[in-house]
C-alpha cells in the first residue's frame, strides 16, 4: 500500500464556496477507482505552518499509482484546485512495500506526468510554497 498525503492552504482571496468546491474536486479525486481509501479535510497539525486542510489517499501499489495519476478525474480536477492553493508540501509518502527502489520509482511516474503535461508543470509553479518533503 502507498498512503499518499498533501497538506495545504488556501490563497487569501478563495472564498468559502470556492474552498468547498475544491474540496469537493479532492474528495472525487480520491474516489477513483485505483484508491483504496481516502481522508479529505481539515489538517490538524500544528497551524503556524500554515496549512489548513489535509488530503491522504491509500493506492494498493505503483502500477494502481500510476492509474490514479493519469486518470481523467484526477486530471480533470487539477485546473480548478491548483489556482486556490496558497501552500502545498506532497508527503511524505508511507508504503508497506519495501522496496528500497520505490521512492525512485514513484518520482519517476512524477516526472513522466511531468513530461506528459507540461501545462500541468506550469500549474504546479504558480503555487507560491509547493515543496515535496
Keep these: 500500500m502507498i498512503v499518499h498525503l498533501l497538506r495545504f492552504g488556501f490563497r487569501d482571496e478563495t472564498s468559502e464556496k470556492q474552498k468547498a468546491q475544491v474540496l469537493a474536486l479532492m474528495r472525487r479525486t480520491a474516489a477513483v477507482d485505483s484508491v483504496s481509501f481516502s481522508a479529505v479535510g481539515q489538517h490538524l497539525g500544528d497551524p503556524v505552518e500554515g496549512y489548513t486542510h489535509g488530503y491522504c489517499v491509500g493506492i494498493a501499489d505503483l502500477p494502481a499509482l500510476e492509474r490514479y495519476m493519469y486518470d481523467p478525474i484526477h486530471l480533470a480536477g487539477d485546473p480548478d ?13 508511507v508504503s508497506d ?11 519517476a511516474l512524477n516526472d513522466r506526468k511531468l513530461a506528459d503535461y507540461p501545462e500541468w508543470a506550469q500549474l504546479m509553479k504558480t503555487i507560491p510554497d509547493f515543496r515535496i518533503a
Design 81 to 93: 484546485i491548483i489556482p486556490h492553493l496558497s501552500r502545498l508540501a506532497v508527503g511524505p509518502t
Design 97 to 107: 512495500d519495501l522496496d528500497p527502489e520505490l521512492g525512485t520509482k514513484i518520482m
